[in-house]
């Protein structure tokens, strides 16, 4: 049997990001900074969660960082490319 992990999804933007989480279902908005960030992340250590977001250069950095932090060298990220548009998935480990 295969177990899918739970999605995420980010959109970013300069001064926040809203994020949708399926397993809560309902949409957050916190500021595109570590600090508002870090609570966030800390809910999702030891999920295994698919994490998507839209590449968007400077603004994904803070999310971007924080994620790789968070799952070290377990994590996996796939960047899909269409046109100009790419979206960046990062894949939680289930380990703390």
Known sequence: MII???CVGCDISKDHLD???ERIGKVERIANEASALAPL????KG???LVLFEAT???DSCLRRALAD???SGAG???LKS???SVLAVIMPVSD
């Open 41 to 44: 992340i800390e809910r999702w």
């Open 47 to 49: 999920q295994d969660l």
């Open 77 to 79: 990220v796939v960047c």
């Open 83 to 85: 046109g100009n548009h």
């Open 4 to 6: 899918h992990p739970s």
């Open 70 to 72: 968070a799952a070290g």
């Open 19 to 21: 994020i949708f989480d």
């Open 57 to 59: 250069g400077s603004y």
